[in-house]
């Protein structure tokens, strides 16, 4: 795969995956069926954190080694409330793995 052709996967993946943890930080507690408020912080809170994380990492930074660590912190943190699901665990993986091999791909000249 071309380098413009990951770092536009990946830009998808992450913004996705940011989506993702957005809506289910929103959806949770109306639909989940939660018996404390401790439970909704355990919730909203990792999910939020994470889709900050990933936009920030993905929109805020050049690609790069901190990039990609706050790419795939994001992606990790936001993760582990969902971790039931199938696709939230193999998103996150595709999303770390296309952020490591972007940030260690060489520079190309201009």
């Known amino acids: 795969?071309?380098?413009d052709g990951l770092a536009a996967a990946t830009r998808f993946l992450v913004?996705?995956?940011s989506t993702l943890y957005a809506l289910a930080a929103i959806a949770g507690p109306v639909l989940g069926n939660f018996d404390s408020a401790g439970q909704v912080v355990g919730w909203v809170v990792p999910l939020l954190a994470g889709a900050?994380?990933?936009a920030g990492?993905?929109?805020l930074l050049p690609a790069g080694t901190a990039s990609a660590a706050l790419v795939s912190l994001g992606a990790v943190l936001g993760?582990?409330?969902l971790f039931w699901t199938l696709l939230v665990p193999i998103a996150v993986a595709a999303v770390i793995?296309?952020?490591v091999r972007l940030a260690r791909r060489p520079a190309t000249p201009a």
């Open 52 to 54: 900050a994380l990933l």
């Open 79 to 81: 993760g582990v409330p």
């Open 57 to 59: 990492g993905q929109l």
């Open 15 to 17: 913004l996705a995956l």
């Open 97 to 99: 793995a296309c952020s």
């Open 1 to 3: 795969m071309s380098r």
